[in-house]
C-alpha cells in the first residue's frame, strides 16, 4: 500500500473522487465537507450547511456539481465553482446513507433508513420515483456504470438490484395537473416505473454495502456478518459465486477496482483487505492502530483508493506504476506485462524481447521494481520486491530481439538490490550484514566488502564505484579500494540520474532535486511541493525533470521553470535536442516535443556565452514578465531592456542599466513628473548636469535648478532664472537667486520692492551702496536701524565651483555586451552612417545631447515666453522688453535616436568592509567592517553573549580602527581607506588582507600583569576593573595560531577566577553587620585558582575573620593551609599563634556554609558553593559555575553571555575556521 495523502480530521463517513482533477471530497459526521487537492496537500475548500453527520457524497462526472446527503434528511446539490448549495431536495423521512449522479441523466440515486430508495431529477428539482420493498434502513444505493439498472442493500439482509428501465420512458416535466397527480399517486404507493429484478439473499446479518463490477455481471456485498459475498447475474437470475472471509467485524464497504481484477474491502476491525477476485483468495491486510474504517472510494480513471475512518482519510495506490527501465545510449529496456521489452529511440521501434517468469504470486507490489543492463553482455538485471527482495540475471541472445519465444531459465538470488559495476561483474546488496557480493555472470560469489554506512539500496556510479543509500545521506563507495570518494547529507533518495559525461548526478527524492558532481559535491537543491517522479540529463548538463502534472527544468546553478504541464504522469527515459523520450504507466512509450528556448537562453547566460544569447534574442519570441524579471534579477537590465516595448518599464530598466539615453526617450514619452524627477537624481549619480538641467526644466523645479547652476558656474543662468523669478513674482526664488549671484543691487532693489525698507537700508550701507543708502535713509526718516558697531562687513560672493561649464569627467566605458548587436538588430540589421559618425569619444557626447546649451535656453526662454503671457492681460512688465535673449532652438536629436546608443556605467567595486564581511567568521574582523549584527549573531551562537552594552565601545573602536579617511576637495566627500592587517608594499593590489584589529593579545597579557599588581597592592576594584576589560575584550581578539588559541582559553579561565574572586572579597567589605556571611566569603575566596602571593592574602584574610569570630576550629585549618604556601615571616608567625589557640580550644563559636572537606566550586551569582555531586549550570563563556536556578540569567562573572545557553565555544583563529 502506497500511501499518497493523509488527512486529519472528525470521522469520514462519504467519500467521491473528482474524474479529471486531482480532487477528492469527503464528508464528515461533524457536517462538514471538505474537498481537497489530494495532489498538492491542500484543503481547497469546506461546505457547511448540514446539520448532522453527512453520510453520502459525489461528484458528477461532467457538471461543476456534487451532491450530499445527511443525517437532517436533505439531499443538497452544490456547485463547488460558486462555493454555495444551488438547492435542497427533501423527501425522505429519515437519514440519507448514500447518494449518487446517474453518469448519463439528470438523475440522483439515494438511499435511507426510510427503508426506501429514490430517484430524483435534479433538473426539474423533483422525485421521480420511489423504491419500496426493503424493511430495514437502506445502507447504500447505486446505478450500474453503464445497464439500467440500481443496487441496494439493506439491513434486511437482502442485496436488491432493481430495473430501471422503463424510468427513461417516463416524462420528465409533466404538461398538466391531470398527469402530476397520476405521478404523484405513482410514486406514494410504489409506480411501476422501477421494478425489482433480483433478491439477493445469503447473508446472516445486515448488508451495509453492494457494489456492481465496472464491466462484468458481477455484484460484491459486505455484511455485519464478518463476509465479502461474490454474486453473479444473467438476465433471468442472479445466485452467490463466493464468499471471502477473514474480516474479524462488520464489513463497512467493499467495491470492485477499476483496472484491476481484486476487490478491495474495509471494516470496523480496522483494515482493509484485498482480495483476488478471480481465485477469491486473500491478497494483502492493512491495518490501522485505532481507526476502524467506514467508506471506501475508487477513481474511476486511474489506480487510485480512498478510505474514511475514524479520525480522517488516506489515498492510497495498492502498486507502483513505475515501469522498471534501464537506457543504453539509443536503446531502452524496459519491463511490461511479464515481457523485457526493447526501444529504439532513434527510429521509435519498440519490440518485445524475451518473456520474463514471475512466479504465481498471490501478493501486490511484486513487478520489477528496477533493470540494470550490461551492453558489451547484452545481460539484463530484474530486481523485485518478492522474498524481501530479489533479483534475477537474464542473458539476452543476439537474435532473440523481436522474438519473443525464447524462454531461458534465469539465474535467481536474494538481494535488496542489484546493479552491474562493471562488463561481467554486478553488486547484490545483503541488507541484513550491510555487505555487497560481487557475482560473475554464472551468478557465482567472486568477492565480499562491507559497506561503510548502513546501506538499504546501492545504486551504480561508474565502473568498480557504487553509490549507497541509507536514511539521511548517500556515499559514493570505490569496492576495488574500499574508499569513500564522497559523501552528501540528503533527504531519503528515491532515485539516482548520472549525466551523459557521469561528472554530475541528480538524487531525486520525494519533493527535492539535489545536483552534485560525481564526487558529490553540492552544486544545488531544489524543493518541489507536488512529488517529483523522474528525470534525465540533456545534452547541455540541464536536468529535466517531471512531477506529477509538469515537466520542468533545472540549471546547474538551480534556477528552475516549467517546460509545459501534464495530464498524466510520464517517466523519462531520455532527452534528445527538443525531444522527451519517456514511459507512461501504462508503459507506452511516448516522444514529447518541447520547446528548449527558454532555458537554453538562461543556460547561455548563466555560462556567459553572449553569442548564443545574443542569437536568440534576434531570432526567438522569448519574452514575457517573468523573463523580464529574470534578467533583472541576475543582472542583465541592459538585455531585459531589449524585450520591453512599454515605456514605463523600459525606464525602469534603464536607469537600472544606468543607460541614460534610453530614460530620456522613455521619460519624454511619459512625460510625469516622477520620472523626470528620478531621471535627474540618476543622471546626477552620473554626473551628466546637461541631463540634469534637462530633467529639472522639464518639472519647472527652480529651486533645483538654481543650485545647480550654483554648482557648477552656470551664472548666466543664474540671472536668467532671477528674471523668471521676478516674472512669476517669486520674490524668495529671486532673492535666493541674487544671494547665489552676489548682486547687492538686485537685493536692494528686492527687499525695497518687498517693503523691507530697514533691510534694504542695511544691505545698502553695509556694501557701501551710499546713494541708496542716503535716499532709503530719508525714506525711513526716524526709523533707521543703528549698523553694529566695530564689525567689518564682507561681501557675500557664491563660491567658485569644483567644475566649471560641462559634465563631471565621466568615465570613457566600453560599450555593453549586447550593445552593438542589440542595436543593429533593433535597427533591423542597418547602420545609419551619419549617426555613426557623430557618435565622438567622449561619453557625454555619445549620449547624444547634440546641443545641449541651445536645449537649456530654449527651455528658460519658453519658460519665461509663458510667463509673459501670463501677465500681459495685466498691462505687462516694461523691464522684460528690452531683454537680449538667444532665438528659440528645436529639442536636441537626442530622442529621436535615443535609443540606438547604449552604455553602461561601469559596474560599482565592492567596498573593501563588504569583502572583510563576507570572507570572515571571526566576530572582530566583522566588527571591524562595520556589520556589527552579523558580529552580534555570531559572538551569540560561539558565546552565548547576550549582553552586548559592555562590547559597545570595543565595536566602534575595532571600526574606527580599521579604517581611515582622506580629504579630497573642500566640496566632495571625504574618501574612505580600508586599513588592512598584514598589508606590505609587495602586497597584490588584487588580493585584501584581514583587518587592521586595535585589540590584539599581548595587550591582554600586560593587562594581567597589572591586574596582578593592582591585587597584590590591595586595590580590589582597580584589579576587578582590569580582569573585567580582558574579559570583555577576549571575544574580540584574533589570533593566528592554534598554540595562541589554546592560550587564549587559558587566559579566560585565569581571569575568570580573579574575578570571582575579588567580586566575593568586595561583597564581604560591603556586608559589615553580618559576621557570618562575612567568614564564608572570605573562606570561598580561599578556593578560587589564585596565584599563590595571592592565594596567600587570601588565607590570611580568612584566618583573621574567623579568628575575630571566635571560630578557631576554621580559623585552624586556614593557617594550617598558610603555613603549607612558605609565607613571609610576619604571616607565618600569626599562623603558628593562631593554631596553638586553636589547639587549646578547637571549636567553632558560629556554623558556617562550608566544608573544606568535601571538594566544591562557587556560584558566581549567588556565591554560595555548589558541592561534588550537586547539579549545576555554566556560562558559555567564562565557564564560572551557577546554581540550577540561574539558568537563562546574564552571567554574574563575565557579565555577558547567558547561563546554560547552548554554544559552539570561542571562534579567535582563521585556523578554527580552515
Given at each position: ?612 544569447v545574443m542569437g536568440m534574442i534576434k531570432n526567438s519570441q522569448l519574452c514575457g514578465q517573468a523573463m523580464i524579471a529574470y534578467l533583472q534579477q541576475k543582472g542583465f537590465p541592459e538585455v531585459a531592456l531589449h524585450f520591453v516595448e512599454d515605456e514605463r518599464v523600459r525606464f525602469n530598466l534603464a536607469l537600472e542599466s544606468g543607460n541614460i539615453s534610453v530614460a530620456v526617450a522613455s521619460a519624454t514619452e511619459i512625460n510625469e513628473k516622477e520620472q523626470w524627477y528620478r531621471l535627474g537624481v540618476e543622471a546626477l549619480r552620473q554626473g551628466n548636469a546637461g541631463i540634469v538641467e534637462f530633467a529639472y526644466q522639464q518639472t519647472k523645479n527652480f529651486e533645483r535648478l538654481s543650485f545647480l547652476y550654483l554648482i557648477t558656474g552656470k551664472l548666466d543662468k543664474l540671472s536668467k532664472l532671477m528674471k523668471i523669478a521676478e516674472v512669476k513674482n517669486n520674490v524668495m526664488g529671486q532673492f535666493h537667486n541674487a544671494l547665489y549671484l552676489g548682486d547687492v543691487k538686485e537685493r536692494v532693489k528686492i527687499l525695497e520692492n518687498a517693503g523691507h525698507l530697514p533691510l ?409 558553593p555548589i558541592y561534588r555531586g550537586q547539579k549545576d549550570v555554566s556560562c558559555p563563556y567564562c565557564t564560572a559555575r551557577f546554581v540550577p536556578s540561574q539558568e537563562g540569567n546574564i552571567c554574574g562573572v563575565c557579565d555577558l553571555a547567558v547561563i546554560g545557553a547552548d554554544a559552539s565555544g570561542l571562534v579567535c583563529s582563521p585556523s578554527q575556521v580552515r
Amino acid at each position: 500500500m502506497l500511501t499518497k495523502f493523509e488527512t486529519k480530521s472528525n470521522r469520514v463517513k462519504g467519500l467521491t473522487f473528482h474524474p479529471k482533477r486531482p480532487w477528492i471530497l469527503a464528508s464528515l459526521h461533524s457536517g462538514v465537507i471538505q474537498l481537497w487537492d489530494y495532489r498538492m496537500g491542500t484543503l481547497i475548500d469546506r461546505f457547511d450547511e448540514h446539520e448532522g453527520p453527512v453520510r453520502g457524497v459525489h461528484f458528477h462526472n461532467s457538471q461543476p456539481l456534487f451532491v450530499s446527503g445527511g443525517d437532517d434528511y436533505k439531499i443538497k446539490v452544490w456547485n463547488h465553482k460558486t462555493h454555495r448549495c444551488l438547492f435542497t431536495l427533501l423527501g425522505h423521512l429519515d437519514y440519507i446513507r448514500t447518494v449518487q449522479f446517474h453518469h448519463e441523466n439528470p438523475w440522483i440515486v439515494s438511499a435511507s433508513d426510510d427503508q426506501t430508495i429514490r430517484i430524483w431529477n435534479w433538473q426539474s428539482r423533483t422525485c421521480i420515483s420511489v423504491l419500496t420493498g426493503h424493511n430495514h434502513y437502506v445502507m447504500c444505493a447505486s446505478f450500474h456504470p453503464k445497464e439500467d439498472l440500481v443496487v441496494s442493500a439493506s439491513l434486511d439482509q437482502t442485496v436488491r438490484v432493481w430495473d430501471i428501465a422503463s424510468l427513461k420512458k417516463k416524462t420528465v416535466s409533466p404538461a398538466d395537473d391531470l398527469m402530476r397527480f397520476t405521478q404523484m399517486n405513482s410514486d406514494l404507493f410504489g409506480g411501476v416505473d422501477a421494478i425489482v429484478k433480483y433478491v439477493l439473499e445469503g447473508h446472516d446479518r445486515g448488508v451495509n454495502w453492494a457494489s456492481f463490477h465496472p464491466t462484468l455481471p458481477l455484484i460484491v456485498s459486505g455484511a455485519d456478518d464478518r463476509q465479502v459475498k461474490l454474486w453473479r447475474m444473467n438476465e433471468t437470475k442472479a445466485w452467490e459465486v463466493d464468499t471471502l472471509r477473514g474480516h474479524m467485524n462488520n464489513v463497512s464497504s467493499v467495491m470492485f477496482h477499476a483496472k484491476q481484477d481484486i476487490i478491495v474491502s474495509n471494516s470496523e476491525d480496522k483494515s482493509i483487505r484485498v482480495w483476488d477476485a478471480t481465485k477469491r483468495t486473500g491478497i494483502q491486510t492493512f491495518r490501522r492502530e485505532h481507526d476502524r474504517f467506514w467508506i471506501l472510494a475508487v477513481h474511476p480513471e486511474i489506480n487510485l483508493l480512498a478510505a474514511g475512518h475514524d479520525n480522517g482519510m488516506i489515498v492510497f495506490k495498492l502498486e507502483r506504476e513505475r515501469p522498471a527501465f534501464a537506457l543504453s545510449g539509443d536503446s531502452l529496456f524496459y519491463v511490461k506485462d511479464r515481457f523485457l521489452r526493447y526501444y529504439e529511440c532513434s527510429t521509435q521501434k519498440d519490440s518485445q524481447v524475451i518473456p520474463i517468469r514471475r512466479p504465481g504470486t498471490p501478493s501486490l507490489n511484486q513487478s520489477p521494481r528496477t533493470l540494470s543492463y550490461s551492453p558489451t553482455e547484452n545481460a539484463v538485471l530484474i530486481c523485485s520486491d518478492l522474498d524481501g527482495g530479489s533479483y534475477e540475471l537474464y542473458i539476452i541472445p543476439k537474435d532473440s530481439v523481436g522474438r519473443s519465444d525464447v524462454v531461458q531459465d534465469a539465474k535467481r538470488g536474494t538481494g535488496g538490490s542489484a546493479v552491474f559495476i562493471a562488463r561481467n561483474r554486478f553488486a547484490v546488496l545483503e541488507k541484513s550484514t550491510s555487505q555487497v557480493l560481487v557475482k560473475n555472470l554464472k551468478n557465482e560469489v567472486v568477492k565480499k566488502s562491507s559497506l561503510p554506512i548502513p546501506t538499504d539500496a546501492i545504486f551504480y556510479a561508474g565502473t568498480g564505484n557504487l553509490l549507497c543509500r541509507s536514511e539521511d545521506k548517500v556515499v559514493i563507495f570505490d569496492l576495488q579500494q574500499r574508499l569513500v570518494l564522497g559523501e552528501l547529507q540528503t533527504p531519503f533518495v528515491r532515485y539516482v540520474v548520472w549525466s551523459n559525461d557521469m561528472e554530475s548526478v541528480a538524487l531525486l527524492s520525494k519533493h527535492t532535486i539535489i545536483i552534485a558532481s560525481k564526487k558529490l559535491v553540492l552544486q544545488c537543491t531544489l524543493h518541489e511541493t507536488i512529488r517529483v517522479k523522474s528525470g534525465a540529463w540533456d545534452d547541455n548538463g540541464v536536468f529535466i525533470y517531471t512531477t506529477l502534472n509538469h515537466i520542468k527544468y533545472c540549471l546547474p546553478n538551480g534556477d528552475s521553470g516549467i517546460i509545459r504541464t501534464l495530464d498524466v504522469p510520464i517517466y523519462i527515459t531520455k532527452v534528445s535536442g527538443n525531444t522527451i523520450f519517456c514511459l507512461d504507466r501504462d508503459g507506452k512509450n511516448r516522444a514529447i516535443t518541447i520547446n528548449a528556448t527558454e532555458y537554453i537562453f538562461k543556460l547561455a547566460l548563466l555560462r556567459k556565452r553572449y553569442d548564443h544569447v545574443m542569437g536568440m534574442i534576434k531570432n526567438s519570441q522569448l519574452c514575457g514578465q517573468a523573463m523580464i524579471a529574470y534578467l533583472q534579477q541576475k543582472g542583465f537590465p541592459e538585455v531585459a531592456l531589449h524585450f520591453v516595448e512599454d515605456e514605463r518599464v523600459r525606464f525602469n530598466l534603464a536607469l537600472e542599466s544606468g543607460n541614460i539615453s534610453v530614460a530620456v526617450a522613455s521619460a519624454t514619452e511619459i512625460n510625469e513628473k516622477e520620472q523626470w524627477y528620478r531621471l535627474g537624481v540618476e543622471a546626477l549619480r552620473q554626473g551628466n548636469a546637461g541631463i540634469v538641467e534637462f530633467a529639472y526644466q522639464q518639472t519647472k523645479n527652480f529651486e533645483r535648478l538654481s543650485f545647480l547652476y550654483l554648482i557648477t558656474g552656470k551664472l548666466d543662468k543664474l540671472s536668467k532664472l532671477m528674471k523668471i523669478a521676478e516674472v512669476k513674482n517669486n520674490v524668495m526664488g529671486q532673492f535666493h537667486n541674487a544671494l547665489y549671484l552676489g548682486d547687492v543691487k538686485e537685493r536692494v532693489k528686492i527687499l525695497e520692492n518687498a517693503g523691507h525698507l530697514p533691510l534694504a537700508y542695511i544691505t545698502a550701507s553695509v556694501h557701501g551702496l551710499n546713494d541708496v543708502a542716503e535716499r532709503l535713509a530719508t525714506e525711513l526718516g526716524e526709523n533707521v536701524p543703528s549698523l553694529p558697531e566695530g564689525k567689518t562687513p564682507s561681501l557675500l560672493m557664491p563660491p567658485s565651483p569644483v567644475m566649471c561649464g560641462g559634465d563631471w569627467p565621466l568615465l570613457r566605458v566600453m560599450k555593453g555586451i549586447f550593445e552593438g548587436g542589440l542595436e543593429s538588430a533593433a535597427r533591423g540589421g542597418a547602420v545609419d552612417e551619419e549617426e555613426e559618425e557623430d557618435v565622438g569619444g567622449d561619453w557625454g557626447d555619445a549620449l547624444d545631447m547634440v546641443d545641449v546649451d541651445g536645449m537649456e535656453n530654449r527651455d528658460i526662454d519658453a519658460i519665461l515666453e509663458e510667463a509673459e503671457e501670463e501677465n500681459d492681460e495685466e498691462g505687462g512688465w516694461g523691464e522684460l522688453e528690452g531683454l537680449d535673449l538667444p532665438p528659440e532652438l528645436d529639442t536636441p536629436k537626442a530622442f529621436a535616436n535615443a535609443r540606438s546608443s547604449v552604455f553602461v556605467t561601469p559596474t560599482q567595486g565592492m567596498p573593501v568592509s563588504h569583502i572583510w564581511s563576507q570572507k570572515s567568521s571571526l566576530a572582530a574582523e566583522q566588527a571591524a567592517a562595520g556589520s556589527f549584527d552579523t558580529a552580534m549573531r555570531l559572538l551569540n551562537r560561539q558565546l552565548g553573549i547576550k549582553n552586548f552594552a559592555p562590547l559597545k565601545s570595543m565595536f566602534i573602536d575595532l571600526f574606527s580602527g580599521s579604517h581611515s579617511y582622506l580629504r579630497a576637495f573642500s566640496s566632495s566627500p571625504v574618501v574612505p581607506l580600508a586599513i588592512e592587517r598584514g598589508w606590505s608594499e609587495s602586497s597584490s593590489p588584487n588580493v585584501r588582507g584581514p583587518p587592521a584589529l586595535v585589540y590584539d593579545f599581548s595587550q591582554q597579557e600586560e593587562k594581567l600583569k597589572s591586574g596582578y599588581k593592582a591585587t597584590t597592592s590591595g586595590k580590589i576594584t582597580e584589579a576587578l576593573r582590569l580582569f573585567l576589560s580582558i574579559l570583555h575584550t577576549i571575544p574580540l581578539v584574533v589570533v593566528e595560531s592554534r598554540s595562541e588559541v589554546d592560550e587564549v582559553k587559558e587566559l579566560v579561565t585565569i581571569v575568570k577566577e580573579y574575578v570571582l574572586g575579588l567580586k566575593m572579597e568586595l561583597k564581604r567589605r560591603e556586608t559589615k553587620d553580618d559576621p557570618v556571611r562575612q567568614q564564608e566569603l572570605a573562606a570561598y575566596f580561599t578556593h578560587c585558582n589564585l596565584q599563590l602571593p595571592h592565594l596567600r592574602l587570601a588565607l590570611f584574610s580568612a584566618m583573621g575573620v574567623c579568628y575575630k569570630s571566635r571560630n578557631l576550629a576554621t580559623a585552624y585549618t586556614f593557617a594550617k593551609r598558610l603555613l603549607e604556601t612558605n609565607p613571609m615571616e610576619s604571616q607565618a608567625k600569626t599562623a603558628r599563634q593562631i593554631v596553638q589557640a586553636a589547639e587549646r580550644n578547637m571549636t567553632d563559636a558560629t556554623e558556617l556554609n562550608y566544608d573544606f572537606r568535601n571538594p566544591f566550586v562557587i556560584c558566581g551569582s549567588t556565591y554560595v558553593p555548589i558541592y561534588r555531586g550537586q547539579k549545576d549550570v555554566s556560562c558559555p563563556y567564562c565557564t564560572a559555575r551557577f546554581v540550577p536556578s540561574q539558568e537563562g540569567n546574564i552571567c554574574g562573572v563575565c557579565d555577558l553571555a547567558v547561563i546554560g545557553a547552548d554554544a559552539s565555544g570561542l571562534v579567535c583563529s582563521p585556523s578554527q575556521v580552515r
